[in-house]
């Protein structure tokens, strides 16, 4: 079999060669965990920062548009770069009432489950790509009155740059590790393993 073929393989290399290709696999291993878990934490911080901007523009909003009048302003948007968030009033139907924000979509950013889900009290916090150009966007839906849902959200697009730059400068500096561990793992079992 294939397994057993690469067993033979190894088992014809040197005593010295097989001791750093073991070497250097176990690092690999380490390595690509540890890329995984750091692209994990990188991702998950970004977008607690933008869940945190979501939720002082969403009581911005809510303060604003309290005198009860399905209407939003741009001045409720204040305070983010312009087109940084959107925001819709949304019918207990899913319909849009209102919106604010640059390039915000006229269809409603939840789905009708979504809506439901707000309107029982639950908070919906989701990724969602609601425009033709598929552009993630962390959305946060808050009951805003019985039959009225407030939706304001933020595209992802600075947060999946940030975590493309990490994942390209460990795929260059991960092969460069291994081939000077491995020189290093191969010079140490030479002085390991001299007479």
């Not at 915000?104 to 609601?130: C, F, I, K, N, Y």
Request: no cysteine; aromatic share 4%; charged share 20%.
């Amino acid at each position: 079999s294939r397994r057993s073929g690469v067993a033979g393989w190894l088992a014809r290399l040197p005593v010295r060669a097989r001791l750093t290709a073991w070497y250097v696999a176990l690092l690999a291993v380490i390595l690509a965990t540890l890329a995984f878990f750091l692209l994990l934490r990188l991702r998950a911080d970004l977008v607690a920062e933008v869940d945190k901007g979501l939720d002082a523009q969403a009581a911005g909003v809510l303060a604003d548009t309290d005198g009860g009048a399905a209407r939003l302003s741009e001045d409720s948007l204040a305070g983010l770069s312009r087109g940084a968030t959107v925001a819709q009033l949304l019918s207990s139907a899913g319909q849009v009432q209102d919106r604010a924000g640059t390039g915000v979509s006229a269809r409603s950013l939840l789905t009708p489950a979504m809506v439901r889900q707000v309107l029982d009290g639950h908070p919906v916090r989701a990724e969602m790509r609601p425009g033709p150009d598929r552009t993630r966007y962390r959305v946060l839906g808050l009951r805003r009155t019985p039959r009225t849902v407030l939706v304001v959200a933020a595209p992802l697009t600075e947060v999946d740059k940030s975590v493309e730059r990490l994942r390209l400068l460990l795929l260059v500096a991960g092969p460069i590790a291994l081939v000077l561990a491995g020189g290093g793992g191969w010079l140490l079992a030479r002085a390991a393993l001299r007479p």
